[in-house]
């Protein structure tokens, strides 16, 4: 899998801006985009031959290598989880999915307690 070019994505945001579809607000500190279609999405970044890395779409949905997540969040391929994690299991942390190295598990937080996922 190749990365993403910092200086591609610093292009694309400039020349966004430079089209009046991206704005910073100041005092909110918001990084906002906009567009009039729709139908298409609101952001993405994608390669010049048309590989999608990210997009969100007008309705709020985030997809990770897919033009048209279906779900509020999409991801087109597997996705890793590398650490452990380092919070307790409380209502905060409720729904939180954490892959163990040291025992080799998945593990899930229910909100009181982490729950082994996977049954190996």
Not at 49 to 61: E, H, L, P, R, S
Request: a negative charge; hydrophobic letters at 35%; one cysteine or more.
């Amino acid at each position: 899998m190749s990365s993403v070019n910092k200086s591609t994505v610093i292009a694309a945001l400039i020349l966004a801006l430079l089209a009046g579809f991206l704005w910073y607000m100041e005092g909110g500190k918001t990084l906002q985009v906009s567009n009039e279609d729709s139908t298409g999405p609101i952001f993405s970044i994608a390669t010049s031959t048309g590989q999608t890395y990210v997009t969100v779409t007008a309705d709020g949905k985030v997809g990770i290598g897919t033009e048209n997540p279906f779900a509020l969040f999409e991801v087109a391929g597997p996705i890793r989880l590398t650490q452990k994690s380092t919070d307790g299991c409380s209502p905060m942390t409720e729904g939180e999915i954490a892959y163990n190295p040291d025992n080799h598990h998945f593990w899930g937080c229910n909100g009181n307690a982490w729950r082994q996922l996977d049954t190996q």
